[in-house]
Structure formats: C-alpha cells, structure tokens
C-alpha cells in the first residue's frame, strides 16, 4: 500500500501550472537582460578623463563654492579668478595621468611648483593648501558620482586611485615649494645679532 504524500511544513505544493509560468518567467528574464547587456556594449560609455575633461568649468564653480566656505581660506582676500588660476592646469595635468598607461610615470609638475610659490606670497600656509586639495577631490568625486551612469564600472576605482594619487602627488610637490619660498625669506629681526 503507497504512503499518502505528506506536504513538509512551510512549503507550498506546486502544480504544473505554476512551474510552466517560472519556467517562461526565467526565460524572459533571461532575455530581458541578454537585450540589456547588447544595449549597455553598444552605448559608449565615457571614461573618467573624459568626464573629468568635459565638465572642468562645474567643477571650478563647485570648488570655488566649496572654498568660499572655508573661512581660513576666505580670510585670503583673493579674486575668483586669483583662488581658480591653478585648477583648469590642475585638471589637465589629472586627465593627461589618467590617459598615460599604467606602468608610465607621471612627470613632476613644473605648475604644482609654482602654484605653491604663488600661493605662499598670498600668504597661504601649507595647511591651507593641503585643504584646498580636499576640497579639490570632494570637487572631483561629487563631479563622477553624478556622471555615474555615464561610466565604465570596471575602471572607476582604478581611476579614482589614480586621481587620488596624482592629487597628492601635485599637493606635495606644492607644499615643498611654497615650504623653500617660505624659507627663503628670512625675517629681518633673525639677521640681526642678538644685543
């Protein structure tokens, strides 16, 4: 004599029906995102240099704001065009690493030199500097995280990465600068001999 089939608690028996309708079900979702995946490889997705390239004006004004926020940089009194000199150089040097190859190193900027040279006779400390460039990168990413969609996924933190250290790079390069100008000027009270 065959046992009587025994459901086991908390599933639900199935019909023929319903399985047929998960099957097609699969099967279109299957082919909803093979379209998907044709769709995204013929939409040319842009690279970081590109975006960074294409959108350096919002990302000065966003920077500029950003700055403006700032009282210790503020209580510089500098013109838009006097704080923003530096950053349409800056983005060219940034979208040029980021088109060399991988194992290429990137030269030293002759620019990040002079922007801490001019920086330190408007009287900027390296502190501010290295705030302007936190604010340069908070500029930056916000500027890629709202192109997103725009982006080749697979590449983006490799070139954050890159951005990240090229940006350091251009910032100490600045600080060292601005550091010798600083020590190149030597009080006037310490060239006296002491009484």
Known sequence: MSQPFIQPKGLRLVCFEQLRRVAVCDTTVKAWHEQRSIA???????????????????????????????????????????????????????????????????????????????????GYSASMLVEESRVFQVATFSTLHLHQNELNQSQVLSDVTVIADEVDAQLMETVRSLMAAANRVVPTAAKQPAP
Not at 46 to 59: F, G, K, N, S, Y
Not at 92 to 108: M, T
């Open 40 to 122: 995204l490889a013929k939409l040319k997705l842009a690279t970081v240099a590109d975006i960074l390239e294409r959108e350096v004006e919002p990302m000065t004004k966003e920077w500029l704001k950003r700055v403006n926020l700032i009282p210790e940089l503020t209580d510089i009194p500098l013109s838009d065009l006097d704080r923003t000199a530096h950053l349409a150089k800056l983005y060219s040097d940034l979208v040029s690493r980021l088109r060399l190859a991988k194992d290429v190193p990137s030269p030293n900027s002759a620019d990040a030199a002079a922007h801490g040279q001019i920086r330190r006779a408007q």
